[in-house]
């Protein structure tokens, strides 16, 4: 049986992971900002979820210009991360949970909501900065992750009604992991 325990929300600025990656975490400049973290990382090791579903945007890196869909539901057991054109980001591979994450794109797609499933993704700093700073400089993420890409890079982006309404679903019913989709 799955539960929602929390909901986190954070930047993801380029910068901000070029400062973890440089070990410029306790420069003067950025000290602040990452002192901040400090009680979130504690909570969320404490917490030790199962998984995490990580909602961002995606910088034309796994869709381009050409294809952007409105939602995109990373479903693959594992997401590498993605060379922004400075190379990837040295970060661990995000493990994926294919089998939750293809329950909630069955789930919400038989309830009448359009969804892009997507087996093979590479992820940018849209996804890999909030864990960084969620979980710290880690070998292996402490939990898998299942990708949820909303697209806000072209017009029309979807309204936060529609991104509610995605949510709302998919929280009443996917919570228990099982072969078919039931109220």
Not at 27 to 46: M, T
Request: hydrophobic share 45%.
């Amino acid at each position: 049986m799955a539960k929602i325990v929390a909901g986190v929300g954070c930047s993801h600025v380029p910068a901000i992971g070029a400062a973890l990656d440089l070990g410029k975490t306790e420069d003067r400049y950025w000290q602040r900002v990452f002192s901040g973290f400090e009680h979130s990382k504690q909570w969320i090791k404490d917490l030790k979820p199962d998984v995490a579903i990580v909602v961002f945007n995606d910088h034309a890196t796994a869709f381009s210009v050409d294809m952007i869909p409105t939602f995109a539901l990373g479903c693959a057991d594992e997401f590498p991360p993605a060379d922004e054109g400075w190379g990837p980001r040295p970060v661990p591979v995000v493990r994926g949970h294919a089998e939750f994450a293809s329950h909630i794109a069955q789930c919400v797609i038989l309830d009448e909501f359009d969804l892009t499933v997507v087996n093979r993704m590479e992820v940018d700093h849209g996804l890999t900065v909030p864990l960084s700073l969620m979980f710290g400089k880690v070998d292996k993420w402490p939990c898998r992750v299942v990708p949820l890409a909303v697209n806000v890079v072209m017009f029309p982006p979807p309204t936060g009604r529609r991104c509610y309404a995605l949510v709302k679903r998919s929280a009443r019913r996917s919570s228990p992991i099982r072969p078919t989709c039931g109220s």
